[in-house]
């Protein structure tokens, strides 16, 4: 990237535990001569140059030409066992204006050792990764544990140093996190759950967040599936989530979903709402609840009709209620490779500010190696934001397939809206994905 990127408070955090996990590696990795074990390999880079022009609506014009590069790499079957090492990062180098706090800057995403039972019901992770269990939804500097009894019933635990990842200053951060789920799953029928999670830390009134959760999926027959979450915050002592929902597929061109969720502010947003984003602003007492309903029909081989509706409900006057309706065709072509369609939506609300009108439509053209895209929005407002009753977007892209491990593309985009008088923007990427096995004495 020319020049190395910083790395963030999280990512250093990290660096001793990157090299313990080396270190835990060597003995798995080499033979008693030195020579390496059998492994598999996996690296893939991606590299993107940004240039955009954006000019705001009081006069203030910007050029950025940010280079960012994200890498992954991945070796499994470390030493012929099923033991693996997963790595994710990123840096932003600026070439012009800065498009962030600063010219330079970059995190360490994941890197962690994971362990698969070979028959499937146990895991394990060391080191720093995703989690998504139960009422955690999170990014942890720790360990992870799971497993599953022969009749299906298991249990996961997990605990570490939270990492919070946020462009904004002031997002509190914790000092440790653990927790847990207790589960009973029947494969393709059913799967229940309960899990329990504590951060230590000083969040909203001073107190730690702790959560308690349970997660339902059920198939009630071949074409009805039931899904079901909720999530109680002890801390502030209300319901932070709630989503309940029916999927029925009674034939091969019907599929239909309706459901209901609800949330509030200060449950859901504990640990994560910026200082800045809350009251007067944003009011963190406001709880909101949604009813939606969506409808794909496939009336004809390749054309897909999408019926959809919703309704929000805010507990507070401001933003008050909404509703919205859309519809909208699909045309599948070219072997199901490419798509073209159209929608239109229509929000009504109590405010005139938050009503509007929004027209989309979309193509792709795939011969061969070669791919081109175009898609254009915009949206039509009732009451005039900073003098504009509209705003619209249009982007083209085009890729292309040079060898099995390389592909380039590029976008190209234009946005005129209340907030910006004019915006261009282009994107080059390059994707290079490599792959490997190395074999050493058996």
Known sequence: MGRPTTLGSSGKRLLPSIVAIFLLLLPI???????????????????????YERELTGGNKYTFAPLYEYLSADATN???????????????????????????????GSAYLEYQHPQGNAQAKLGRFFLAEGVAVETLDGVFAKATTPVGLGVSVYGGTPVEQSILNGTRVGSSLYGGRVFFVQAGFVEIGASYLLENGTFQEGKDRELYGGDLWLRVTPSVELTAQAAYNRSVREMASQRYAVRIVPGATFDISAGYESYTYKGLFQSTLNPAFVSPPLDNNDKVQTIFGIVDWAFVPGWTLEVAGKHIRHENSDPGDANRGEVGVRYAYNDKKDIAGFSAAFVSADQAENEYQEYRGFASYSPAKLRLTLDALTQRYKQEIYGKKDQYQVVATAG?????ALHL????????????????????????????ATGGKK
């Open 400 to 404: 292309y397939q040079v060898l099995a």
């Open 409 to 436: 593309s590029g976008d190209l985009t234009y946005t005129q809206s209340p907030n910006y008088s004019k915006d261009y923007a282009g994107l080059l990427r390059a994707t290079l994905e490599l792959g490997m």
């Open 29 to 51: 990795l080499l033979l008693p001569d030195g020579s390496a074990r059998a492994a598999d390999l996996s690296l893939s880079s991606k590299t993107y140059l940004r240039y």
């Open 78 to 108: 470390l030493g012929g066992v099923p033991l693996a090492f997963h790595f994710y990062g990123w840096g932003r180098v600026d070439l012009s204006d800065p498009s962030g706090s600063g010219k330079e800057s970059g995190d360490l």
